[in-house]
Each structure stands twice: as structure tokens, then as C-alpha cells.
């Protein structure tokens, strides 16, 4: 029913892998942030992304997008991708210069303009993985047909953290999947007008997902942002000469960092969301972690390999490492999360605090816990 | 006023130092537990003891009364001790059997029955310093005239996990200082029962500070206790030959346990009570602990050399120790003890169920972290 590799086309998959996840410190640190870590499984929310779209898109066209530190963990942790389709984002200026910069440096492998390119995330969990492919599918037909496309969730709850997408007329239906013009995208809204969004059945989170020719992206790119666009030419001529110089050559040194919703998606036409229930989480506290990982009849969920007795302590998440013990007594929907030398100790509901703490820790020159 | 070393005449102090400690866990350990720690100020709590009964009794007169495995720990800590001053309890029978063996082995020591023998614990605080002195210095002439006596402490609230002694008429007022009659132990009494001790300003707490001559305990122990008395005496005969063998001697393995409250105490006449206000504490829990220990604005308690960052935390007792950093949010009452190997946390409020707790690590074969 659906097409091969070979029948999907030219498709080359850009995986953004430069986030921080500073909200799931202590175990997320500046060496080695959320995306490499195994949070959910035996292998990390990188490796897990890579292995989820592998079934469409062969190694030799995934590419990982990732800051200069990094990119010897990607290249450990993902053996089988070609070298060269590691990325290195010379210094992080958000969504939009990443994006373009990817999308130039593929125009120069690709055999045309057609070649589509699916963008996603290395540090979301998405557990309706064959969803998710079907959605890639249909979003790759879709951008051949001239669309800018966003995979839209749909809501589980009025999340006041994400960005939501309003979709328009319907557009398309490929093989089950229905298809919708975007009519807006709103940032992350205040809680009622959340609640009218997904009591209303129209609105979706906007994950960041996207697919689109290169042709279409690139064409984009010159129109709202032109300056950023010809730095990211001077940039991708630099680096084709020097793929890893010291420092970031001075074009791209000078970009203001901008996301690729800011820049591209809030300005531009013909824009095609797909909706998709997938099971999705961007991990982005270690509330959200807890909910995602399996709790025992208290409630209780344990990660890592640290040793734990508990007495009457209930909807807790306990994280422990090596041979240290942690013993609790009492603890009810709590967060303990020990390392080798950093422990951090919160209620669940104060989950989304996590990143005031590693501001705090930075003000008082503790960087080298972060 | 009050007489020399010399003048107070010949004063033995026996420090009992066997307790394990198991509700200051993961803290108090079996190789190194409550007394041996510095808890409070820079000194170990046995260290603390025998410096505040030097000014009255001199070192050469001040005996420790401990385990096989803890007299090189008494050792190192008390290095102005003479050696053979560590008396070695050759397992845990109760203070019965320890206080009469250290009678036993006094009174081949001493000069005449009329020696007074002076006992206390290793692992408590005492702030009021100068009146635990002139209590023991009352308690001494008191012994002197026949007397059992104990120092009872003037209850600061309706403690349900202390023993109780009542006092009947008055006895004698030595420099300012009272002594009563004792007309009743009680053991630790429920809570309504308790409340009406405190009210009627007539019970004091019983802390386990004795006082009597040679004389006097070890005729009581011969009426009250025969049994365990000949055991005695033969234990004592076998340590004085051998005073570090390999096993406990037979005739004190086949000794009952039994506490002097109940052995003797509570069965003896003339027994005589000096009220005090000492500042005292047995430490007898973490969150007795954190009352102890100064606070910051916020109530915080900090112990050991870990590094702390908190965000809205308070009233909360926080030990780390080496380069590890704890960092809380959202704490109040809470108990967070980080050690090499194990991490406690608990609500200040379950702070008595760490026995519970250690009981558990045994249960479960994790007794190498006890």
C-alpha cells in the first residue's frame, strides 16, 4: 500500500540533536544533554529517533544537526551514520539558522530541488511510531505538492508550555491519513485560551516536525529572511573549504538567532499540517518522565541502577546510580534524582522549577555540575 | 564553695558507650556509630562527655564502657585516656550486666566500698555544662550518705518516649541544689499519661545518669540479681586473666539482658532524685538532631561539608559532605542525609521510623550498608 524507500523518493531526514535539557538535570548535563541519554529503554532518545525513521529513510540520508562538543557522542552513539552526515551548528542561534543551513548543504548533495527534507527531534519520545511514519509519508507527498508541512499532536491536555496550530480546510486524504491547510500558528498560549483550543478540536501542538522540498525551504529562506540566508551561504561555503574550524566563521557569527516558526512559519503561505496521535512527549521535565516511565503498585518509578528501599513513599520517581543506596520514608509524588556528584530533590509539582535551579547554580559559579 | 578534685573525695565515672544509634542512619553506622560522630560543635558526643566531667573527675578516674569492636575508635578519640580505662563489654546485655561488671572491676581498684561511682551516657548533649556539674557533685555527697541516686531532668514537654521518675519528699538541698526522694519509675508512659506528669511539676525525665557507692550497687545487685551477679564476678575473674579474648566468656553469654531501671531501680529503696535543667537531649532522632543544630533564616540546618543549594526550602536539615552537591526545591520539614554510600530522605515528622527503616535494610540482606 505504501511505497518502498526507493518509491518514497529523494528524501534526506535532518535530526536537530543541539538542545540542553537543562529542565532534567542532574542527569542531563552540558556534556551530555537529554537526547544522548537513555531515558526511556536500553538505548538513548537519539538512538531511539534514529532507529524510528530508519524503516523510511536509509542511514546514508539521516543527518543529526549538533553543537561542536557533541558531535563525537553522536558519531559513538550512531555508528552506522556516515561521518559526514554529522552537522556541526557552529554556535547554537536557534531553529532558523540551523534549519537553512542543513537545507543549503543538502541542496549541494541532492540531485534537485525536489529532494524533500523531513526535519524532527532527537529528544522527544514517540511511542505510535508506525503513526508517525505514516504521517512522515503522507507529509513527504504532501511538501512534493508545494507545501510547507508540520506533523500536528493532537492534545492530550490545555499544555500551556507548546506552541499550537490551528488547522484550516481540509486539503488531501493519502492512505487514511487526513491531510489540513494551516490557518495559524499561536505560541504558547495562557490556560483558558488553551482549554477553548483543545475543547474546539481544531488545534494541535506543534512539535516541530516539518517536511518540505528544498527548493520550497530554501526559496522561503530568501524571502523572510535574507540577510540570515546570505550568511548561511557565506557559512556553508566556509565550512565545505573547513569542516571543523576553532572557532564559528564570522558569518555565522553574526546571526541573530531566530526559530524557524518566527522566521518561516508565521509568515509563510501554503502550509499543510498533518494531525497525529503518537504517543508523543518531549520529555521536558522530570514530571514529564515520570508519566512516561512504568510505575510499580505505588506508584513509584525507578531509573538507573542505584539500589532503593522505600517505606510508605507512593507516586515517586527515584533515580539512583552504581552502588549507593537511597532509602526514603514518607515521600509522596516527590523527584529524587542522585548522580555521582550532584543529587536534586523536588515534589513533581515543582518540576518545571528545575531550570530557575540551574540558573541559580550557574549565578554562583557551580558550572562544573552543569 | 564547692570542693576540689581532691576534696570531692574518691569518684570513679563510668561512660557507657555501647549504644548503636540506628535512628540517626545512614549517619550512625555499626563500625562508627551516635557517640563517635560530631553532631553538634567540632568534637565527637563521647568527646564531649568526658571533657565536660574533666573539670570534676580526672582521666585517670573516667572509664568507657564499650564493644570489642569499637574500644580503638574510644582509643583514638580519647588519647589522654589511660588504656586500660576502656572496659570492654563483651556484647550487648542491657546496662545491667555492663554497669555491674564495671562496679565489679571498680572495686578491685578502689580503696573502700565507699568509692562513689558516677554513670552517664557517651551520646548525649548537654548545653547547661556548670549544672550537670553541681548536680553530679550533689549526686556524689548523696551517694556518700547510702543513696541510689539519678539526675532527673525537668521535662520541656510530654515526651511519650522517655521514662519517668516521680519524686516524693524532699531529701536535702546541697549549694542551692534539691534532692528529693524518688517515689516511682515509670516507663514511657502513653501520651495523656505523660501530659500529667509535666503538668504536675512533680516527674523528671530519666536519663540514665546514676550515682552510689561501690557498696551500695553491688550489694543491690547481690539481692536483686544473684544470678547475673555470680556471672559477673566470673566474668570478671576470666577478663582480669585475659582482657581481650577472642569470644565474650562463657558465664557472660549465658547472662539474660536486662536494664538497670528494671533490674534494679525500679526494685531498690532509698533511692534519691536531684532535678536538673541541663539543656539536655538524647539526639535520639534526626529531627532531635535538627533541633539542636543552628538554623538559617529560613530554619535550614546544614551538617557536614557538603555543598547546598535550595530553593524555597525551609525548616529542613541537610547533610552532605565531600565535593557532592545537594540541591532541594520546595522543601519544608524535610531530613535529606547524604553519605558515601547511602542517601536517607524523609518528612521531618516520620523522623522515629528510621529504625523501622534499618530494620528493613537488615530484613532485605543490605545490612553492609548499616
Redesign the interface.
Same mark, same amino acid.
Given at each position: 500500500m505504501f511505497p518502498s524507500h526507493e518509491a518514497l523518493g529523494e528524501v534526506y531526514v535532518a535530526i536537530l540533536a543541539g538542545g540542553s535539557g537543562t529542565r532534567l538535570w542532574?542527569l542531563s548535563r552540558q556534556a551530555r544533554p537529554k537526547q544522548f541519554l537513555s531515558l526511556v529503554g536500553q538505548s538513548s532518545l537519539l538512538q531511539q529517533t534514529v532507529a524510528r525513521i530508519t524503516p523510511l529513510v536509509p542511514p546514508e540520508r539521516i543527518l543529526v544537526l549538533t553543537g561542536p562538543d557533541h558531535a563525537p557522542l553522536v558519531a559513538a552513539q550512531l555508528p552506522e551514520l556516515p561521518r559526514e552526515n554529522i552537522l556541526v551548528e557552529p554556535s547554537p542561534k536557534g531553529t532558523a539558522p540551523c534549519l537553512g543551513l542543513a537545507a543549503l548543504r543538502l541542496r549541494a548533495r541532492a540531485s534537485s530541488d525536489q529532494a524533500v527534507m523531513l526535519s524532527l527531534h532527537a529528544d522527544h519520545v514517540v511511542t505510535a511510531e508506525e503513526r508517525l511514519r505514516a504521517a512522515l509519508r503522507a507529509a513527504v507527498f504532501t511538501a512534493r505538492e508545494g507545501y510547507l508541512v508540520t506533523v500536528g499532536i493532537v492534545p492530550g491536555h490545555p499544555e500551556t508550555g507548546y506552541g499550537y496550530i490551528e488547522r484550516g480546510e481540509a486539503l488531501a486524504e493519502i492512505a487514511g491519513q487526513r491531510i489540513y491547510h494551516v490557518a495559524r500558528f499561536t505560541e504558547k498560549p495562557p490556560l483558558e485560551e488553551a482549554q477553548r483550543f483543545v475543547a474546539s478540536g481544531r488545534y494541535y501542538w506543534n512539535t516541530g516536525y516539518f517536511a518540505w522540498t528544498l527548493g520550497r525551504i530554501l526559496g522561503e529562506f530568501r524571502q523572510w529572511l535574507p540577510e540570515v540566508t546570505a550568511r548561511l551561504e557565506e557559512t556553508a561555503a566556509l565550512l565545505s573549504a573547513d569542516p571543523n574550524p576553532e572557532a564559528p566563521p564570522r558569518p555565522w557569527a553574526e546571526i541573530q538567532p531566530i526559530t524557524i516558526d518566527v522566521g518561516i512559519m508565521e509568515r509563510a503561505r501554503r502550509i499543510a499540517v498533518i494531525p497525529c496521535d503518537l504517543g508523543w512527549s518531549d520529555v521536558g521535565s522530570w514530571a514529564a518522565l515520570h508519566d512516561l516511565l512504568p510505575s510499580d503498585a505505588a506508584g513509584n518509578a525507578l531509573l538507573g541502577d542505584g539500589?532503593y528501599?522505600g517505606? /510508605?513513599t507512593s507516586r515517586s520517581l527515584i533515580r539512583?546510580q552504581g552502588? %549507593?543506596?537511597?532509602?526514603?520514608?514518607? @515521600?509522596e509524588e516527590?523527584i529524587?534524582v /542522585?548522580t555521582a556528584?550532584?543529587?536534586?530533590?523536588?515534589?513533581k509539582? %515543582?518540576a518545571q522549577?528545575?531550570s530557575? @535551579?540551574v540558573k541559580?547554580?550557574r549565578r554562583?559559579g557551580?558550572g562544573k555540575?552543569l
Open positions: 542532574p539500589l528501599v517505606l /510508605d539512583g552502588g %549507593r543506596l537511597i532509602a526514603t520514608i514518607g @515521600l516527590m529524587v /542522585d556528584d550532584a543529587l536534586l530533590i523536588l515534589p509539582s %515543582r522549577d528545575v530557575a @535551579l541559580e547554580l554562583r557551580l555540575y
